[in-house]
């Protein structure tokens, strides 16, 4: 039992150790490569033209889809046959 005590407390020592490391070599590395740029509200200014880059993509993809799947959707709850007298027909519910 004290084994596995000691296990997860170097196991959770490494991995803070190494959450910190790795989160600092991040923090340089986007700094390095201007994600991070030290003029006021540049990283708003980033956040936003990233998300309407996104959305441009987005929109992009919806018109590809419809472009390459045109119709209206099949039913898809049994209502294939379209007959409608059956479907309202209370015996049919009831199976009688």
């Known amino acids: 039992m004290i084994r596995r005590g ?21 923090r340089q590395v ?3 490569i201007g994600a991070r740029p030290n003029r ?12 309407i ?6 929109r992009e993809g919806m018109d590809l889809y419809s472009a390459r799947h045109p119709g209206p959707a099949r039913p898809t709850l049994g209502e294939s046959t379209g007959n ?9 519910k009831d199976d009688r």
């Not at 296990?7 to 991040?26: D, K, Q, T």
């Not at 006021?40 to 998300?51: I, K, L, N």
């Not at 880059?53 to 987005?58: E, L, Q, S, Y």
């Open 6 to 26: 000691f296990w997860l407390a170097v196991g959770a020592a490494g991995g803070i150790y190494g959450y910190r490391r790795v989160s600092s070599l991040a």
């Open 30 to 32: 986007s700094e390095s």
């Open 40 to 51: 006021p509200g540049a990283v708003q200014r980033h956040w936003t033209r990233e998300t």
């Open 53 to 58: 880059r996104f959305a441009r993509d987005v």
């Open 84 to 92: 409608s007298s059956t479907r309202d027909d209370e015996r049919v």
